[in-house]
């Protein structure tokens, strides 16, 4: 079984920057994409970023371009969004997602949830105006 867990969320204050991380457990059976999602309260989840396996090519949602920055280390089974300038309305609970048994990333399934197959809890991301 494939486990995402994330860590790094908390409370800041508007243009404080934060640092989400998940580690990845379980057989992955080798190459897998990796993904972040949010959904704040009474909203549907939705993409924020994602990185294939080699780390060469990631995709950004266009609210969070420019502020938030994904990477990946597969020595160490992690992937980190990296959230700068953050603003009140970026507060929502991220969740981490793994797609292991579908298609290659690409940009035209990268925002689409059934492109990933595990997720995690979800880390809270309080930001106050």
């Known amino acids: 079984q494939v486990r995402p867990v994330e860590s790094g969320g908390g409370l800041v204050q508007a243009g404080a920057s934060l640092r989400l991380t998940c580690v990845v457990s379980?057989?992955?059976?080798?190459?897998?994409?990796m993904g972040w999602f949010r959904q704040a309260p009474g909203k549907e989840r939705e993409f924020i970023s994602a990185v294939t396996w080699s780390g060469d090519n990631v995709y950004y949602a266009e609210s969070v371009k420019g502020r938030f920055t994904i990477s990946r280390d597969n020595t160490e089974n992690t992937v980190h969004l990296q959230m700068n300038s953050l603003k009140p309305e970026d507060t929502a609970v991220y969740y981490c997602?793994?797609?292991?048994?579908?298609?290659?990333?690409?940009?035209?399934?990268?925002?689409?949830?059934?492109?990933?197959?595990?997720w995690g809890q979800g880390t809270q991301v309080s930001v106050s105006s």
């Open positions: 379980g057989r992955t059976g080798g190459r897998y994409s």
């Open positions: 997602a793994v797609g292991v048994y579908g298609p290659a990333l690409t940009e035209d399934n990268a925002a689409q949830a059934r492109t990933y197959d595990y």
